[in-house]
């Protein structure tokens, strides 16, 4: 029998958790084949409720899942994981000013990071979704000086299917006839939903929908506010939306993307595209023999340019952000 992957989630009480925990244990993300162990890692008031939904897992009786573990130790739940899941975050409080909220959580993606460092296997995979999730898996990723940089990534897969649902309703093309939509730069919302490179049915997208004040006014900010719509509607943030696209990320990171299209991650810049090295920013990626790489010599017109940096610029601002208070 093959081997059981450990997959280390933290925050695994949260909403997210609730809606991850038992796809990955189905065998949605790593597949029909490949048995896992859940550590689950949460904060001490949250283990008891992590109890819980452990008990709940186990009564689904997947024959996935090898095993599951719950800990309030980094160190601990770290130890041998093969993909870790990085969930929970310090979310902003009232009054909270940027600068103390990347101080709340590089509180926690520092020592998460050091503890990926000292315990995880060789070829750990870690997926932030915690948000300022760019930041947080930068954050994560300076205090894991063994562990090679591009095994941290950041979460846009979710803007990224929220793009690919909007075009689709816009143009009714099935989502399936869509390839090669992008997300660029930071989940925030200064990212940039491009559509200039993506196709529907092989046709170029954006003259299908030749509709400059559509893109503008409709599209991205829909795209890029979906996450407070959400809120607004159902009173409580997307949760089980996040945790597909968490899923879909590993699974295609592990498995690799079909040739037909890209997808989108936030991976650490190698330069590309102006975006300034080092900096866990958003690109279209594919992943071929389990690593992501960045789709290269795509031509960049002057509207994507612009909004390019402007979200690459607000990355660059929360590294230094992060620098200034000594958390990388
Ligand atoms: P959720 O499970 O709803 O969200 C967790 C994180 O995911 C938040 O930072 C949230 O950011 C982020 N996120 C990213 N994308 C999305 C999206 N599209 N929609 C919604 N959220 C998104 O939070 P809960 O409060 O329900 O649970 C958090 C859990 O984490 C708690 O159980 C807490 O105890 C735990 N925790 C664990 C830590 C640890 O393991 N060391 C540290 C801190 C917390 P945003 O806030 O911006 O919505």
Redesign the pocket.
Known sequence: MTQPVNVTV????????YALLFRIASGQMLGPDTPVKLRL???P??VK?AEGTAMELDDCAFPLLAGIDIFDD?TA?FSGANVALL??????GAGMERGDLLEANGG?FGP?GAAINAGAADDVRVLV???P?NTNALIASAHAPDVPADRFTA?TR?DHNRALSQLAQKTQTPVSDIANLTIWGN?SATQYPDIFHATLAGKPAAEVVNDQDWLENTFIPTVAKR?AA?IDARGA???A??AN?AVDHVHDWVAGTPDTSWTSAAIPSDGSYGVPEGIISSFPVRSTGGAWEIVQGLDINDFSRGKIDASVNELVEERDAVKGLGLI
């Open positions: 933290t925050g695994a009480a949260g909403q997210i958790g890692l949460e904060i008031q949250g409720a980094p739940g969930v929970g975050a310090r979310p902003r926690i998460q979704v915690g948000n999730a979460m979710l989940h996450g959400i943030s997307s949760a939306s996040a696209a």
